[in-house]
């Protein structure tokens, strides 16, 4: 549009005449070619090679990531289960064995409360009692248990009757 | 397999070559365009060219995301504004050497048949204006440019351009006429 062209809206004509050519100067001829030489050497769109640092820290980075998944799908996180289930493991029965260890889908029975256990513990309370029921844990290898041949004394607790600590509160009161 | 991978192949060099010929078209289309805003913050021809070169050789390594010219465009002259003034910062630091080969900031060649005194009396006016007011200044006395056309190019509304310009005028007029007063006086 007419108003909108530059020329026509500066105030000082000398000014603006000065200005257009001061800022329309020409490149050289050859600069176009200059670039396309420069260019050359490039293919289009390649990226700025990689800093060695860079590289370094990538690769850092990724094998940190790989071990952070590994000892992930370590099953570690202990398994909720509930009371009955826990019971079910010492008993080993066999209907309860063939779940997996990792899965959490057991009901919870009414009035149970829910304990969390490992897989591992699971496993390894199996083993124990097993290895009760059938004689074949070796009594050497548990720690051993601390044995007194002293009967342990009880004393007999006394409880006052009644009756005399309300008398004795009514010869206080007189 | 081999007609396959000989296809494939043949569609990627295709691909290339279109965007060869794309880049090249930009290229020779806003060489001038680049080369001015260079020139217009680093008056040497050498230097602008160089900065501008390398503006170039950065659009091209971003091409694929620069492929719309009004992009291109506005992309390219904030780029070479930004380099060159960097670049301007940089040889301001090496003044002492500049002073030996003669190219101090004001040693530019007298382009466009405009005596040398008044050249340096305009150039120090708009090295005087604020960067916004001096980008909008430079690029509207670019020709070929209207006020649409500038606020494209640096990402403005037209409306916008107009009072920057109006502002920069005006200020150009005052240092121009209190530079013509120093200048008398002395």
């Known amino acids: 549009m007419a108003e909108d062209r530059i020329d026509d809206t500066m105030n000082d004509e000398a000014s603006a005449r000065d200005l257009d050519a001061l800022m329309n100067v020409e490149p050289s001829p050859e600069f176009v070619a200059r670039v396309r030489t420069h260019l050359e050497a490039r293919p289009l769109g390649a990226r700025v090679p990689l800093d060695r640092s860079m590289l370094l820290w990538g690769a850092a980075a990724l094998t940190l990531v790989v071990l952070m998944v590994w000892w992930n799908d370590i099953p570690e996180t202990p398994v909720s289960t509930p009371a009955g289930r826990i019971a079910d493991i010492m008993l080993d029965r066999p209907a309860v064995r063939d779940v997996p260890s990792h899965s959490v889908a057991h009901p919870v029975r009414q009035g149970e409360s829910e304990v969390l256990i490992s897989p591992r513990d699971a496993a390894g309370l199996r083993l124990l009692l097993a290895a009760v029921r059938e004689g074949r844990l070796d009594s050497d290898a548990l720690p051993p248990v601390i044995e007194d041949s002293t009967p342990m004394a009880i004393e007999p607790i006394v409880i006052e009757p009644l009756v005399a600590a309300a008398d004795l509160d009514a010869g206080g009161a007189q | ?186």
Request: charged share 30%; hydrophobic share 40%; proline share 2%.
């Open chain 2, 1 to 186: 397999m081999h007609e396959w991978t000989d296809g494939l192949a043949g569609g990627f060099m295709d691909v290339d070559d279109a965007l060869a010929r794309e880049f090249d078209a930009l290229l020779v289309e806003n060489s001038a365009l680049a080369f001015r805003v260079a020139f217009s913050v680093l008056r040497h021809r050498q230097d602008a060219e160089d900065v501008a070169q390398e503006a170039f050789a950065k659009a091209h390594v971003r091409f694929k995301q620069l492929r719309d010219r009004q992009r291109f465009r506005s992309w390219l002259v904030r780029m070479v504004w930004r380099m060159a003034l960097d670049h301007q910062r940089s040889e301001r630091r090496r003044s002492a050497r500049e002073s030996e080969h003669g190219r101090s900031h004001g040693a530019w060649s007298s382009d466009g048949g405009v005596p040398n005194d008044r050249a340096a009396m305009l150039w120090e006016a708009i090295d005087r204006l604020p960067e916004k007011l001096r980008q909008v200044i430079v690029l509207a006395s670019i020709r070929g440019h209207d006020v649409a056309e500038v606020g494209r190019l640096l990402g403005i509304p037209a409306g916008t351009v107009k009072s920057r310009l109006f502002l920069a005028r005006q200020r150009l007029k005052d240092h121009l006429q209190w530079l013509k007063t120093e200048s008398t006086t002395r």
